[in-house]
C-alpha cells in the first residue's frame, strides 16, 4: 500500500483564499483523522471521521473550516476564508478500529 | 483536564548511550499508551504501543515502561546512534479512542 496521500504538499495562498487540504488514507481503514501541527500549540486533533461519519469536530477551530469524507478513499479539509494564524502543517492519519495511526506526509499551508 | 506532559523539549546525548524520555499524564486511566517518531518535514511514525496490563514492552533497541500508579510512561533507546536522532511524541487514547499527543521531545544523538 502506499500509505496514506496527501495533496498539496505545499500551498502558499493569500488571506481570505480558500483552501482545500485532500487526503486518502489507507485501503480497509475505517478511521480517519486530521491533525494540525504548529510550533506554539504542538499536534492537534482537529476532526475525526469513523466509517465516514464525522464522530467528533470539537477541535474545529472556528465555522471557517469544515471536512468532509464523501466515501472510504477521499476526505477534504477546507478552510475559507484563510487567515495567516491558520499557517500550519496539516497532518491525515488513518487507522484501523482504533490502533496504531498512519500519518500521511502532511500539507504544509502558508497563508500571506 | 486531561494532561499529557513529555520532559523537557529537547535531550542530547552522546552515541552509545541510553536515551530516556518521559511521558507523564494527569487525570486519565488510559487503557494504552503510544510512542512515535518524527523526523523533520515528515508526518508521525508509529513505534509501539503499551497497554495498561503491560509493564514493559521491547523492540529491538526500543524500550516502554507503564507505571498507571505513576500515571507515566518511559521511552528508553539503547546503544543510541546518530540516526535516531528525531522527535519523540507520545499519544493518548483521551475521550473516546482520539488520540490526543504531548509535545514531544526532540532527540539529538551525537557521534
Known amino acids: 500500500d502506499a500509505g496514506v496521500i496527501q495533496s498539496p504538499r505545499h500551498e502558499v495562498t493569500e488571506m481570505g483564499q480558500e483552501v482545500t487540504l485532500r487526503c486518502k488514507p489507507i485501503?480497509?481503514?475505517?478511521?480517519l483523522f486530521w491533525y494540525r501541527q504548529t510550533m506554539m500549540r504542538g499536534l492537534e486533533l482537529l476532526i475525526y471521521?469513523?466509517?465516514?461519519?464525522?464522530?467528533?469536530d470539537s477541535g474545529m477551530p472556528e465555522d471557517r473550516f469544515s471536512a468532509k469524507m464523501p466515501n472510504a478513499s477521499f476526505s477534504t479539509l477546507k478552510i475559507q476564508p484563510s487567515e495567516p494564524r491558520d499557517s500550519a502543517v496539516y497532518f491525515c492519519?488513518?487507522?484501523?478500529?482504533?490502533?496504531?495511526?498512519?500519518f500521511g506526509e502532511g500539507s504544509r499551508l502558508t497563508v500571506l | 483536564s486531561q494532561k499529557i506532559e513529555q520532559n523537557s523539549e529537547a535531550l542530547n546525548i552522546q552515541e552509545g548511550k541510553t536515551a530516556t524520555l518521559t511521558c507523564n499524564y494527569t487525570n486519565y486511566s488510559p487503557a494504552y499508551l503510544q510512542w512515535y517518531r518524527q523526523d523533520p518535514g515528515r508526518g508521525p511514525v508509529f513505534l509501539l504501543l503499551i497497554r495498561e496490563n503491560e509493564k514493559e514492552k521491547r523492540k529491538e533497541r526500543l524500550k516502554v515502561t507503564f507505571d498507571t500508579t505513576l500515571k507515566q510512561s518511559l521511552f528508553h533507546i539503547t546503544a543510541s546512534q546518530p540516526a535516531d536522532s528525531a522527535t519523540y511524541l507520545c499519544?493518548?487514547?483521551?475521550?473516546?479512542?482520539?488520540?490526543?499527543f504531548g509535545d514531544g521531545t526532540t532527540l539529538t544523538v551525537k557521534p
Open positions: 471521521f469513523n466509517n465516514n461519519v464525522p464522530i467528533d
Open positions: 492519519a488513518s487507522s484501523f478500529s482504533h490502533g496504531e495511526l498512519f
Open positions: 499519544a493518548l487514547p483521551f475521550n473516546a479512542g482520539k488520540s490526543t
Open positions: 485501503s480497509g481503514h475505517n478511521s
